[in-house]
Antibody
């Protein structure tokens, strides 16, 4: 089955770090660009970061630039999002998505809550 | 960066109604625009890509169009399963903004 499975979310205090993982299965992970999209509680969708298929080119939303790092391990078919210096407004569900231009495959999401 | 303005933010409609949602780009862009449907507690689902290309398995009552910088999602006859929130997204550049979303509610 073609799927994306996120993990690593949790409850943290401001200033803390978290690393999200996304395990891909059912397709050739290395041939696709990937992105992270988040959704604050009761709010809309926000693109967070993207990474190219193999050469590691990355892009970030201004809201996370300098704090978040996207990476991938094609040998493990896994996408990562290292989140440092977390803030309350980083709270939300984080989705891993397959990027074919539009986002054609979404994970179920993992919840990150930053509280003080 | 291109900004996407989606309207209305909420829409009340009845089963069988024709529904139209609009997304306007802040500057001229290509037809690299997608529409997604999201139901409560679920991940979004891609409905339409390239402004008017219906994804496999999406009912034909959904359609998309473009006129200049304005993009439209139309549901020709609203069904009970269509009550959800809809988002547009442009994917021309490395920055891939979403519209603010349109919640389609039961009237």
């Amino acid at each position: 089955e073609v799927q994306l499975l996120e993990s690593g979310g949790g409850l943290v205090q401001p200033g803390a770090s978290l690393r999200l993982s996304c395990a891909a299965s059912g397709f050739t992970f290395s041939t696709y660009g990937m992105s992270w999209v988040r959704q604050a509680p009761g709010k809309g969708l926000e693109w967070v970061s993207a990474i190219s298929r193999s050469d590691g080119i990355t892009n970030y939303a201004d809201s996370v630039k300098g704090r978040f790092t996207i990476s991938r391990d094609n040998s493990k078919s896994t996408l990562y999002l290292q989140m440092n210096t977390l803030r309350a407004d980083d709270t939300g569900v984080y989705y891993c998505v397959r990027d074919v231009g539009p986002f054609d495959l979404w994970g179920q999401g993992t919840l990150v809550t930053v509280y003080s | 960066d291109i900004q996407m303005t989606q309207s209305p933010s909420t829409l009340s409609a009845s089963v069988g109604d024709r529904v139209t949602i609009t997304c306007r780009a802040s500057e001229t862009t290509s037809s690299w625009l997608a529409w997604y449907q999201q139901k409560p507690g679920k991940a979004p689902k891609l409905l339409i890509s390239r402004a008017s290309n219906l994804e496999s398995g999406v009912p034909s009552r959904f359609s998309g169009s473009r006129s200049g910088t304005e993009f439209t999602l139309t549901i020709s006859s609203l069904q009970p399963d269509d009550f959800a929130t809809y988002y547009c997204q442009q994917y021309t550049s490395y920055f891939q903004p979403f519209g603010q979303g349109t919640k389609v509610e039961i009237k």
